[in-house]
DNA sequence: TACCATTTGTGCGTATGTATG
DNA sequence: CCATACATACGCACAAATGGT
């Protein structure tokens, strides 16, 4: 009857009545595990879950305090674009656009942190919804990757679902942006120049070397949700 | 020596170097416990880790497996505007344009829940970064959140900043868009009706009640990004 | 359908490590 | 340097979910 989840919706309670106020102490873990009849490694789940989502700050020694400016944190789920668009019970497709060796452009060579002009396999492809455009990637991809160093037929599984598949798991980071489309994005996406587009950037990396820039532009109507 | 990020770095380093194929079911946690030579509670507080990641799928009776597309994960944070500001090293301010109760119109009545027509306190507000237009923030809130029914002065702390302060944890969900802006907007951000602005619209609630529904507008330039 | 065996989920009490006021 | 409070570990036990018989 009294589990970690029971101390965090009593605690969550407590702070939400302003028992406990913004940047109070609470009291420690020991005693809150006696008052609640729980061993305290239930109270430390509960609290360490709070603190995780922004509404409690933690620090040996100092305790355990109430947020005054909560952060709070959303958490995004980046899926394949193939699995984004079934999820809306729609057909999905895609077409390659252009795929060849290039010498990345100076934007890129920053953002992947290698030399102006190192060449990259360059991937343009477009994304299909019910045979309509559904987003426009754009996407360096460091060949050094490529297992066996073989390029895949990313005309049979896109980019972005075969290197979720095939290279391991990566850190990065990811930015969101709104942008007019160029001419030739707007082209591709059948929009007018300058119509806004939603911009996803992203950029992976293993421990050492870039692995892929990605530039993803979904047209109006695209919106990207968090889950509660 | 051994702790529960040692087991959860060899766990990656196994699924990265597909000794752990995606779709394969990976050993219990009483036979890693003992490969590993740790309690077992350690093994499941890493592998809990890595399936709140992502990267497994767990399932009581049917065992650890490793996730066939892992659905990447990645945290905003969302901070008060007035923090955003100051983290660019910008001076902040705001301004009220508007605050009045209001009749919500029905595609605000629909994300809150409430009846059309219902009367909320509807809130505009212009964020500055040295002066510049930064944000446009159209609010609706429901006032009987408002401790003792007294709406605050959003002159002095803005509505954002007093809301996370004095209205307890909520639950809600963001949306991220790039749209353009209307006329009205693109005057108050001082700029072209139609440009790009990117879009966040955030509603929150309490247990039962609606608490408020923003739209939130940045010009160009704006980035949301990812922590790692 | 009913039951059982398996696997994860979580709890308790205790002990030690570690950052820090 | 020490006392404190959180962080994490261990071993055990039982609960809950669920795949299979």
Redesign the pocket.
Known sequence: M?????VRAEVLRRIRAREWVPGAVIP???ALAVEF??????V??A??DL?ESGLLE???????RVAVLPVRKATLEISIIRQEVEARGERYSHRVLAQRMEAVPMAVAVRMGVAVGVAMLFVETLHLAEGRPFAHEVRWLNPGVLPGGVVPDFGAVSANEWLVQNVAYTIGDIAFSAEGASRDEAAALGLAEGAPVFVTERMTWTAEAPITFVRLLHGPGYRLRTMV
Chains 1, 2 share one sequence.
């Open positions: 009294t589990g970690w989840e029971d420690g873990e020991e009849g729980v061993a305290r490694a239930t430390n789940r609290l360490r603190a933690r620090r040996r020694k100092a305790g355990t």
